[in-house]
């Protein structure tokens, strides 16, 4: 049963990142919700934007007083 939940987990974000993925290959900015861990220690979903221009991520958590910029390489 674990491993069957592990499965189904790995392919709801997989299949959340490939629309990203798309973007990112378009130099288009794109915002969406996303499943993290970062501003819900529990784990839910979070609004995520992709910067093209700046070549990173960044979420802010919904009261606007946190924010986390994630780059990439």
Known sequence: ??????A???LAMLALALPAFAQEEQGQAFCDWYW???FVKAGGWEYWCWDPQKGWWYGEREDGKAQR???TS
Request: hydrophobic share 75%; aromatic share 6%; charged share 5%.
């Open 69 to 71: 910029i994630v780059l």
């Open 8 to 10: 189904v987990v790995v």
């Open 1 to 6: 049963m674990t491993a069957v939940l592990a």
């Open 36 to 38: 993290d861990y970062t």
